[in-house]
Structures are given as C-alpha cells and as structure tokens.
C-alpha cells in the first residue's frame, strides 16, 4: 500500500505537490492522472526517495522507502524507461539489479520472458527501440515480486499489442492482490486498466473515485432525438428538470428524461422516432473539463485554414 498524507513539494516559490492525500490500496490499479506539469512524477519520485518532501509524508507498506532494507521486494518502480547504461545488454541489466538483492538467475530469466525480451535478451540496450526500453523498465520492475508496483507513463512507446499486454499484465498484477499504480494523461485508456482514479491538476487533488464512478457522471449528455414531429413532442415531454432545446426542425435534445423515459411517451402518443440517441461525454472530455482550470500549458487554437501567400 501507498499512503500519501498532505504531501508537498516546493521548488523555490513554486508548490508543485500541493498537500496531497490518496491511497493506493492492494488489489486495485490505480490510475494517476493529471495534465502536463501537474506533479505526477514528483509525486513518485518522492515515494522511492528520489526526491524529498517539503511537507507532509508518504509511505511504502507503512514505511518511509529508504527504511526498507530490500526496497524492490515492497515496490518495482519504472520511473524512467530511458536510464539504463546503453552498453549493456537486457540480461546484465537485470542481473545488476538482481544482485542488489541476492535474486537469482532464475528470477531474471523469468521476468525477461515475461515482458516478452527472450529474443533480445543479449542485445545492447543502446539499441532498444522505445517500446522495447518500456519492457525492460516493467521487467526490472517485477524483479523482486514486490508487492506494489508503480508505472510512470508504462504504455508510452508500445505498439497496440504492447498496450493490451501491460493492460493484461497489471490486472493480472492487481488481482494477485498487489497494489498497482500507474500515471497516464490518457483518460480513456486508464478507463480500461484502472479500478480507482487519483485526479490531481497544479499539485492539488481534483479527484479520488472509482472508474465506474466517473464512467457514470461523465455519462449525462442527454439524449437526441430525431422526428417529423419535433413540436409536438417537445410539449410531450416537457416537466420539471426536463430541458429542451433544439438545433433542427427535425432534431431534439433532451436532458432529463432517459431514452427508455422518451421511446414510450413517444409510443403512447404515436409519435414516430428516426432516432434516439444516448449523448455520452467521452472521458477524455470529462477529464480535460475536470482539469481545464489545472492545465500549465495551453495551446494554441490551430489554424486549420490555409492562409493566402
Ligand atoms: N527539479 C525541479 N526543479 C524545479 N521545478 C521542477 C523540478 N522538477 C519538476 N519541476 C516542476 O514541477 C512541476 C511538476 O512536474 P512533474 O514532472 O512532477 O509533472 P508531471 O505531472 O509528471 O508532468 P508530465 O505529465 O509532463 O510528466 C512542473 O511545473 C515542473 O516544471
């Protein structure tokens, strides 16, 4: 487990860890999400130590990192896929590593397979593309069958098969009963792998709740609905908390009432439907709404007409 109590991290006048409490509990995959800028790897980089808090505490199954005496038994971390010596081949790697803690031979070859690093397993990592540093930084994570592991960014890099394994990999890791953290700026793909959501934006907590959760609330689009007879079934379905409006003759949207709600005031009436439509909000647009006040850097709108010479 991860516990992060009131956490803060300044950097001169800059707060960039802003008091920040969450938990990551075991069993669960929790996504770490957050804009760019918005403190996330600081946030890990304090939980192994690397950097120090200015306020408050986090701790590794109870304990501050560096008062573990094996630390890669407790937490696997990738960090950073990119800061492994390029001389080296994958094996001496993970062999550096294992020789930290007295793990064998056997556990390097197992994680190597694992991650799918058999056939590269000799070659110099100078020569790994992105996708494959990705592999090695997740292998040399499950090097010590710890019992939390925690994903800056794991999904960068990889191919569509390299994205569905880490997916599969980490609920597998999650349903063992290890505590999994992984940050993303991605929504929607965090949707797919995560069970719990720690929000943050300029250092601060915005949300701590469930994907299901926020799968629901982002779910309140209203529902469009396409008919000859827009009029009159506008004032069919009209009442209180019912809002109407309309951005074609033909065409309603209708919040407050739900599709099943309007198919039969529609059928009592015999008003016939060309359509009725769900409005969902994807997650990704829930997320930057959530966010929108957080976010350090904003671009600039794109200018998609080309302009005259
Ligand atoms: N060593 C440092 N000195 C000064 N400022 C720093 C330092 N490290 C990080 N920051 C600042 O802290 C803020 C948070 O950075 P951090 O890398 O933790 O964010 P992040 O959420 O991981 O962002 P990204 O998604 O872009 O990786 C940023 O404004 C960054 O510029």
Known sequence: MIEARELTKRYGDKTVVDRLSFTVEPGEVTGFLGPNGAGKSTTMRMTIGLDSP??????????????HTAPLHEIGTLLEAKSVHPGRTAVSHL????????????????????????????????????GMGQRLGIAAALLGDPAIVM????????DPEGVLWVRNLLRGLAEEGRAVMLSSHLMSETA?????????????????????????????GGVKVATAEAMRLRSLLAGPDVTISSSADDELLVTG???????????????????????????????????RDAVEYHSAPVDTERKAA
């Open 257 to 291: 009432r739900d599709a099943r709600e309007i198919g039969a005031i529609a059928a009592q009436h015999g008003v016939a439907l060309y359509e009725l439509t769900p409005q969902s909000v994807s997650l990704e647009q829930a997320f930057m709404e959530l966010t």
């Open 151 to 158: 994903l800056d960014e794991p999904v960068n890099g990889l």
């Open 54 to 67: 200015t306020g408050g505490s986090v701790t590794v199954n109870g304990r501050s990192y560096a008062r």
């Open 192 to 220: 797919l792998i995560a069970d719990h959501l720690v929000i943050i934006g300029r250092g601060r907590l915005l949300a701590d709740t469930t994907v299901d959760d926020f799968t629901r609330e982002a779910g309140g």
């Open 95 to 130: 062999m550096t590593l294992a020789h930290t803690h007295g793990i064998p031979r056997r556990r390097v070859d197992e994680v190597i397979e694992l991650a799918g690093l058999g056939s590269v397993a000799g070659k110099r990592v100078g020569a790994f593309s992105l």
